[in-house]
């Protein structure tokens, strides 16, 4: 017996932990991990549904996302050395000359 | 021959399109030679359509020529028609003529004005105007004249539009003439949803058929064109506006505001008589009108000092003279009194011109004196002239006609004795006020030097409006006559005064003015100054100078008020509406930018916010 | 099979709330992954072995792994954990706390109310996914290869811009 209602209701957990991670820190490297724990968050989502459905949608889905992940993570972290070369300093509400 | 009579408004009307398209670009003697020629050729061709219908009457005495229909709307369609009967037969001759005579001085008087074109384009217009009006078929094309001649009184008050305060004294006459203008449309709405049509004849067959007299809607319609009268006409109590409107050029007062303008009310009522007599308190109202206006303005005029003005309440009082006959139904002798009074006015404010001219535009009277010498010219033809108005017996044109309308005023049965003994009081202050100015004019010593000499532009018309001043009252049964085929005749009951009596009391009348003013000004001079040194004496000069402090009244009563709510609403509140739509969206603006804090976080928040919203709108509704 | 879903569920939520309270970064990290580490259980719990799989080689192995190059080569130290706690006051968890409460609190209500799922009985292997992932989702994959692609060459381009005055960049790129 698979636990699929449990299972949403973790991958929620992890999902809203993340969104508070996001709102709460400020410092970018932070933000980033939490963004990474909401993706995962999704994954598990996507996955306890394909395993639901008996497809294997859900895995292929959760495939594409870590592609993704990957992606983003390689970028992001680029931007985030050149914002420490810039600013010298990682605080998102430092940061805030698109101010208007 | 009768065909013709549409090219006597249509040939000034052209004249003046040609003179203000090209006239800048015409040599002085052309643009002369365009502005005199119209006007001649006009009068002219009234001549000669007179020589017709007086020769071969028309069927009931009367011609119409339809031009076309102007506006075809529902029950609605007044045409450009033009009606030709003895009363405006009568007007169109004498309107026309004088016009020529007063365009031919103009030639000269107004040599070397840099808007000498314009002038004379302004002048042609308003005569096509003015015989619009007096041909008008419809009261909608009268009304069309009326407002025409009215703007060309406003363009030619303010002719020197250099100096504001003609500008001033422009709008002032056009706002005073305003108000009774619209009670004139608002009586012309009253007539056409009435009676259903606006042509003159069949609305005179309509009211007469469908209202008895003393109805309410005859009261209110006869009421409102009198409303429309007393403001082109300067009667009391819109008088205000034409002293001031001295401030234009003399040929325009002359012709404008002496001879022909100023008479449109007098026609407007002669015209519509039909109204007038199915309303009889409105008639009444229009002698009141006419007894109280020549009172008024005889005693404002032995206050004023400046020479164009006194005459321009000369013509407030005699067209009072006019309005009293209209008012006791002497129809055929108010026109009469518009004919000889057009000749001998005309000629008083030429003769005007001329001592203007010559001591180089010198308005005021006690700066003059001893021209009798000078310009003797002048001094004749003012003199005829002003024997003219105040009626110097049996030899001049005024005699006659003013002596016909006090005997109406006796012998009518609309009439009074009170009515007739203010016209007798009138006669005395004319020819008071007239020989006061005559006498400190042009006797006693010379106070200014004469520079310039008239020529004889000037003098020709000067010289055949002095004959006509004084023939022009013989034909006087025959003008009843002639008048009688357009309008009804005086209703007579006798109240004992006879036309010997009435005749001898204005002779007597004229005798005494003459003496006190020749008492006052010649013989003792140092009476005038008597009078005004003791207080009353000075208050009522006062009071009577500043035409019994009606544009003090007007002035509190109206402008003040207005213009105090302009300024008020100089923030204009229908605006600002719009304007708070504008700042309420710059508010917006302001508040929602407050929102752009550029912090990361804030925007994350916002998203999470908003999302968390969406979710609960689509789970929970 | 339920308990190791529960225990390694908890093992997750509990690490994820430990990697968010952190002052070191470097602390977080190994937080994160051992979250990723018993997501990846939960995932072989499912009857997914090729995700889980997937998870700890990708995500834990690679992705984290980048994470702590990047935060050795910003060298925070000390002064950096010191910065961060004055930066994280009590207050400034409340706000985000509520919201994600009542986010929460409505994806649960969702899942309650819903329809009751049927009892799965087995996994789906890794046969199963590669033939879906090659056979109907293959414009994905070429999707996802160009979006890898991307992700380097913008990587690297704003990689080398930071590092234009070293002898390396100048011999690579004359």
């Known amino acids: 017996m698979l636990p699929i209602r449990e299972g949403l209701i973790v991958a929620g957990i992890l999902f809203t932990l993340g969104v508070v991670g996001v709102l709460v820190r400020r410092n970018v490297l932070f933000v980033l991990m939490s963004i990474e724990v909401m993706l995962n968050a999704a994954g598990l989502a996507f996955v306890v549904a394909g395993t639901r459905w008996r497809q294997p949608d859900g895995q292929v889905v959760f495939l594409f996302i870590l592609a993704m992940a990957a992606a983003e993570v390689s970028v992001g972290l680029a931007l985030v050395l050149e914002l420490y070369h810039q600013y010298k300093a990682l605080d998102t509400d430092a940061i805030s000359r698109m101010r208007g | 021959m009768l065909q013709l009579l549409w090219l006597i408004p249509a040939i000034p009307f052209a004249g003046a399109l040609l003179l203000m398209v090209f006239g ?112 008008a078929d419809n009261l909608l094309l009268l009304y069309l004249g009326w407002e025409g001649v009215g703007l060309c009184s406003y363009l030619l008050i303010g002719f020197w539009y250099q100096d504001p305060a003609n500008g001033r004294a422009g709008q002032k006459a056009f706002i005073v003439t305003r108000v009774g203008d619209t009670a004139m449309a608002v009586g012309l709405f009253l007539l056409f949803h009435s009676l259903g049509t606006l042509r003159i004849q069949d609305l005179m067959h309509a009211a007469q058929n469908h209202w008895a007299a003393g109805s309410p809607y005859a009261i209110a319609a006869a009421a409102l064109l009198l409303g429309g009268a007393v403001g082109k006409s300067a009667q009391l109590p819109l008088q205000t506006w034409l002293p001031d409107a001295m401030a234009g050029p003399t040929p325009t007062s002359a012709l404008i505001h002496a001879a022909t303008m100023v008479t449109a009310g007098v026609y407007l009522i002669a015209r519509t008589h039909v109204l007038f007599e199915l309303a009889p308190p409105i008639q009444f109202a229009v002698a009141v009108v006419g007894a109280a ?156 030097p004469v520079s310039r000499r008239p020529g004889a532009a000037m003098l020709i018309p000067a010289y055949v409006l002095a004959f006509l001043s004084i023939v022009g009252g013989f034909d006087k049964a025959p003008f009843a006559a002639f008048m009688a085929t357009a309008l009804p005749a005086l209703p007579e009951l006798s109240r004992g005064i006879t036309e010997a009596m009435s005749s001898a009391a204005a002779g007597a009348a004229f005798l005494a003015g003459i003496l006190i003013a020749w008492y006052v000004y010649l013989r003792n001079p140092a009476a005038s100054r008597s009078l005004v040194a003791n207080p009353a004496g000075r208050l009522l000069h006062r009071f009577w100078f500043a035409d019994w402090g009606m544009d003090w009244l007007y002035d509190r009563l109206f402008v003040r008020p207005v213009v105090w709510m302009a300024a008020a609403n100089k923030g204009d509140v229908i605006d600002s509406i719009y304007d708070g739509l504008a700042r309420a969206a710059a508010l917006c603006y302001r508040v929602l930018s407050l929102t752009e804090t550029g912090k990361l976080r804030w925007y994350a928040a916002w998203i999470a916010g908003g999302s968390v919203v969406m979710v609960a709108i689509v789970v929970f509704l | 099979m339920t308990i190791l879903f529960y225990t390694a569920s908890a093992v997750a939520i509990a690490a994820t709330i430990l990697m968010l309270t952190r002052l070191h970064a470097v602390h977080a990290l190994l937080y994160l992954i051992v979250s990723l580490l018993a997501v990846a259980v939960i995932f072989y719990d499912l009857g997914a072995p090729f995700v889980a799989a997937l998870e700890v080689i990708i995500y834990a192995g ?24 004055s930066l994280l006051t009590p207050s400034m968890w409340i706000g985000p706390t509520v919201l994600a409460v009542i986010l929460l609190a409505e994806f649960v209500w969702l899942l309650v109310h819903g329809s009751t799922p049927p009892t799965a009985v087995a996994g789906i292997g890794p046969a199963e996914v590669g033939m879906a992932l090659f056979g109907r989702y293959v414009i994905g994959v070429e999707l996802a290869s160009m979006l890898l692609l991307g992700g380097l060459v913008g990587a690297y381009h704003l990689g080398w811009r930071k590092s234009a005055n070293t002898e390396v960049s100048r011999a690579s790129h004359p």
């Open chain 2, 24 to 135: 800048p670009r015409l040599r002085s003697k052309a643009v002369a030679a365009v502005g005199v020629g119209t006007i001649a050729a006009s009068a002219i061709i009234s001549l000669l359509v007179a020589a017709a219908f007086l020769s071969a009457p028309p069927a009931a005495n009367a011609y119409t020529q339809t031009l076309w229909t102007w506006i075809d709307a529902g029950g609605f369609h007044p045409e450009i028609a033009f009606y030709l009967d003895a009363l405006s037969l009568v007007m169109i001759v004498v309107v026309t003529f004088v016009s020529f005579l007063i365009h031919l001085y103009s030639t000269e008087f107004m040599r070397g004005d840099e808007g000498y074109s314009r002038f004379f384009a302004y002048m042609n217009l308003f005569v096509a105007s003015m015989v619009t009006l007096l041909l």
């Open chain 2, 293 to 448: 206006t020549l009172l008024l303005a005889g005693f404002s005029a032995l206050t004023q000092s400046d020479l164009k003005r006194v005459l321009a309440y000369s013509t407030v009082s005699q067209i009072g003279y006019m309005f009293l006959a209209l008012g006791v139904g002497a129809w055929g002798a108010a026109i009469f009194h518009f004919m000889t009074h057009a000749f001998f006015k005309a000629l008083l404010f030429l003769a005007a011109g001329i001592v203007i001219e010559a001591l180089h535009h010198e308005h005021d009277i006690f700066r003059m004196g001893g021209l009798r010498k000078e310009l003797p010219v002048a001094f004749w033809t003012f003199l005829i002239g002003g024997c003219a108005l105040a009626g110097l017996p049996l030899i001049t044109a005024g005699f006659y006609s003013k002596d016909l309308i006090l005997w109406s005023a006796a012998n009518s049965r609309a009439g009074s004795a009170g009515l007739w003994g203010v016209g007798i009081a009138g006669v005395v202050l004319t020819s008071l006020y007239t020989f006061r100015l005559i006498f400190v004019v042009f006797f006693g010593q010379a106070s200014t």
């Open chain 3, 62 to 85: 690679a992705i984290m792994v980048l994470f702590v190059f990047v935060v050795m080569l910003l060298n925070l130290g000390a002064e950096a954990a010191r910065a961060e706690r």
